[in-house]
């Protein structure tokens, strides 16, 4: 089987299959169908398929005109037929794995996929979950449910692995082409072909580990290593704002040492699919072994109180004149989660928003890439136009996304006040009427 499937890998015989088209999946089964591999996208919303199957971009990531090329070429398709995946010979996982009411891992998606994959999966076929998740998910869940569904065996009849997304929305360099990728495998033979058929696809360098629990851990250290320094340096901001120092230049000093520190910075919250969830998980699994990982969730607690703390802070600057949090109208730039994308999952801006109404504000929200977004289920539609009259018209303004676009010396020369939670304003030379975080 090794042998067999090297020599498809070598010949762009190899029939890919990827299962989830969000920001991870579509741009992977682009780079699959543009290194010459014939891909399936597969998804159980029907809008995604359609748009996909017409060319049309949806993911800030992928090239408009990369997407369209290769679907008109017909070395792209999706379906929501998983009966597709009897064709392919290698099939990445890329659904969501988020979190539930009660904080704890929602694997349901990966379990769902898995178990619609086993009943159509074939001899000498590589299965490899990229949705990051607890250490053991791919040998305690994946396995099990595939050889079950299936009636063959791993590492006989298919191939089983682990690669971890690193996806970072908006990122100008490094893209799913050129970021290093980690696989972990059931097997040597596992880990030899399926780091075979990335390192074919992908300009980075392919890292090979023993096992899928080693690329599990490894995708959550990643990922936990910046929730705790982030945790550490918005514990240091609120302390600093206290003893009357400013953070941000604390920050800016620091890093002008050339080894030994690199430099994180304080904010409204965490945002995102992977530093705000990724530690839950890793906590979740640890009480499994009876041990508290009481470091991450120290940290996870200071970044799950920034949103009210900015909140606190709002008020305190309302205070100042003579009004109450109360009835005042707030405007918020921003709703992303990280600067100059339009993605808005788990962002603190929007736990900011919904602080603020309950504290009785009247809220509205300006985002030049985020027109409308959902939050419960309810649609929540922003200002058009960062005007003069919007700005002057609010009671405060709060910056809680840092968009490279705007103009902040307008924003500054029209507003009553800002309070700039990302220290977006920072070469706006007149800060008479701006406080940071």
């Avoid at 979950?129 to 099990?144: A, C, F, I, N, R």
């Avoid at 096992?211 to 600093?240: D, F, Q, W």
């Avoid at 499994?288 to 606190?312: L, Q, R, W």
Wanted: aromatic fraction near 10%; charge should be negative; include cysteine.
């Amino acid at each position: 089987m090794k042998e067999k499937l090297l020599k498809k890998i070598r010949d762009r015989k190899i029939k890919v299959g990827v299962v989830g088209l969000g920001y991870v999946g579509l741009p992977l089964a682009v780079e699959k169908a543009k290194a010459g591999f014939e891909t399936i996208g597969f998804d159980i919303q029907s809008e995604k398929v359609k748009m996909v199957n017409e060319g049309l971009n949806y993911i800030g990531d992928v090239v408009n005109e990369d997407l369209k090329a290769i679907v008109e070429s017909g070395m792209l398709k999706a379906t929501t037929d998983f009966s597709f995946v009897g064709e392919v010979d290698f099939i990445a996982i890329c659904v969501p794995t988020p979190l539930d009411i009660y904080q704890q891992p929602d694997i349901s998606y990966v379990r769902d996929s898995t178990i619609a994959i086993a009943k159509y999966l074939k001899k000498e076929t590589m299965v490899v979950l990229e949705s990051t998740t607890y250490p053991g998910t791919t040998e305690e869940l994946l396995k099990p449910l595939l050889e079950e569904g299936s009636g063959l065996k791993c590492g006989v009849d298919f191939y089983l692995g682990f690669s971890p997304e690193r996806v970072d929305p908006g990122n100008l360099i490094y893209k799913t082409k050129n970021t290093p990728k980690v696989v972990g495998a059931i097997g040597a033979d596992a880990t030899e072909v399926i780091s075979e058929m990335y390192q074919t696809v992908l300009e980075g360098s392919v890292y090979t580990v023993s096992s899928p629990a080693i690329a599990e851990m490894e995708k959550i250290l990643e990922n936990t290593y910046r929730n705790v320094n982030i945790g550490l340096v918005n514990e240091l901001a609120i302390l600093c704002n206290k003893m009357g120092i400013n953070f941000w230049e604390v920050v800016d000093a620091a890093k002008s040492k050339p080894y030994g520190f690199q430099a994180f910075y304080p904010g409204p919250g965490l945002g995102g699919h992977c530093i705000p969830l990724d530690p839950y998980y890793l906590s979740w699994k640890a009480r499994e072994f009876g041990f508290h990982t009481s470091m991450i969730e120290s940290s996870m607690m200071i970044n799950d109180k920034m949103p009210e703390y900015c909140v606190e802070r709002a008020s305190k600057i309302l205070n100042r004149f003579k009004k109450s949090l109360n009835g005042s109208r707030v405007l918020i730039l921003g709703v992303a989660y990280k600067q100059d994308i339009d993605d808005y999952r788990e962002s603190p801006a929007i736990r900011v928003i919904n602080e603020l109404e309950k504290q009785g504000a009247e809220v509205i929200y300006y985002d030049p890439y985020v027109s409308e977004y959902k939050e419960h289920g309810i649609r929540v539609v922003g200002e058009k136009q960062l005007t003069q009259d919007l700005l002057r018209g609010a009671d405060l303004v709060i910056i809680t996304t840092a968009h490279t676009t705007l103009d902040y010396n307008f924003v500054q020369e029209n507003s009553l006040f800002v309070f700039d939670t990302k220290n977006a304003m920072k070469n706006v030379s007149i800060r008479s009427n701006i406080e940071l975080l």
